[in-house]
Nanobody
Framework: QVQLVESGGGLVQSGGSLRLSCATS????????MGWYRQAPGKERELVAA???????KYADSVKGRFTISGVNAENTVYLQMNNLKPEDTAVYYC??????????????WGQGTQVTVSS
């Protein structure tokens, strides 16, 4: 079983930036699409961004132009650079792997996530 460990969250003012990291216990980037998800209080978990092994990316409309997903296979790590953060970005952020872009069905157990709080 692959372990996923998210980090990099914190409290930031509106307009600020954060860089999230997702470390995997072994290299899976060549096998799956890696995705960042978030869950706000009282809401369902939603896909924020995803990246394939070939570098293709996909973003939720709400974060396009502000967030950038990237992966470093040699480090077994996927990143989410978040700029121009808004209060509505406040959520717990998680990463996971999926077979493809079409379903973005999560393969592994969810980690603890990392809390992002954006103050207005």
């Amino acid at each position: 079983q692959v372990q996923l460990v998210e980090s990099g969250g914190g409290l930031v003012q509106s307009g600020g930036s954060l860089r999230l990291s997702c470390a995997t216990s072994r290299s899976i980037f060549n096998m799956y699409v890696m995705g960042w998800y978030r869950q706000a209080p009282g809401k369902e978990r939603e896909l924020v961004a995803a990246i394939s092994s070939g570098g293709a990316t996909k973003y939720a409309d709400s974060v396009k132009g502000r967030f950038t997903i990237s992966g470093v296979n040699a480090e077994n790590t996927v990143y989410l650079q978040m700029n121009n953060l808004k209060p509505e970005d406040t959520a717990v952020y998680y990463c996971n792997a999926s077979p493809n872009f079409a379903t973005m069905r999560s393969i592994y157990s969810w980690g603890q996530g990392t809390q992002v709080t954006v103050s207005s």
